[in-house]
């Protein structure tokens, strides 16, 4: 069922740092912004907590 990421613990790049802000700022879902990045939700969540970021929970 879980979508299969080929990019194991990758570091972020500038640009999708970048998008992660743009997109959460928009008020994005987690899972939307994760497959915009193609990233794991996990992932995305625990870079946005780094960086302060709030990402909206689906409703």
Do not use: C, Y
Request: glycine letters at 4%.
């Amino acid at each position: 069922m879980a979508e299969k990421f080929e990019r194991h613990r990758q570091p972020w790049t500038q640009d999708e740092i970048q998008k992660l802000h743009t997109l959460a700022k928009k008020g994005m879902a987690l899972k939307a912004i994760a497959k915009a990045l193609t990233r794991s939700e996990e992932s995305v969540k625990t870079r946005a907590k780094e960086d302060g970021l709030s990402i909206n929970k689906l409703r």
